[in-house]
């Protein structure tokens, strides 16, 4: 069984920063790629960023320039810091992981449960 826990949402004015991060754990052989994706009330879930194991970066054009998403490979954890928050960010954000699991050797997609961002003055 694999696992992601998401940590670091909550109320931030405009302007402001937070740092989402989610840890991956249980049965893992490897991580692939990671990402982060959100969904907003009314609307379908999107990718914010992602990061493959070796390091390539995709971001969404709405936050190039303002989010980073980073990984610790050691710490099987992912990273987005979210700066310039715009009330546009407001969203659940979802923490996503391609993992090879260690009892099969299948990979499949994760998904944490999620983690609200509400950006408002």
């Known amino acids: 069984q694999v696992q992601l826990v998401e940590s670091g949402g909550g109320l931030v004015q405009p302007g402001g920063s937070l740092r989402l991060s989610c840890t991956a754990s249980?049965?893992?052989?490897?991580?692939?790629?990671m990402g982060w994706y959100r969904q907003a009330p009314g609307k379908e879930r999107e990718l914010v960023a992602t990061?493959?194991?070796?390091?390539?970066?995709n971001y969404e054009d709405a936050v190039k320039g303002r989010f980073t998403i980073s990984r610790d490979n050691a710490k099987n954890t992912v990273y987005l810091q979210m700066n310039n928050l715009k009330p546009d960010d407001t969203a659940v954000y979802y923490c996503?992981?391609?993992?090879?699991?260690?009892?099969?050797?299948?990979?499949?997609?994760?998904w944490g449960q999620g983690t609200q961002v509400t950006v408002s003055s």
């Open positions: 249980g049965s893992i052989l490897r991580i692939r790629h």
């Open positions: 990061i493959t194991s070796s390091g390539s970066i």
């Open positions: 996503n992981a391609n993992i090879i699991n260690s009892q099969t050797d299948y990979s499949s997609d994760y």
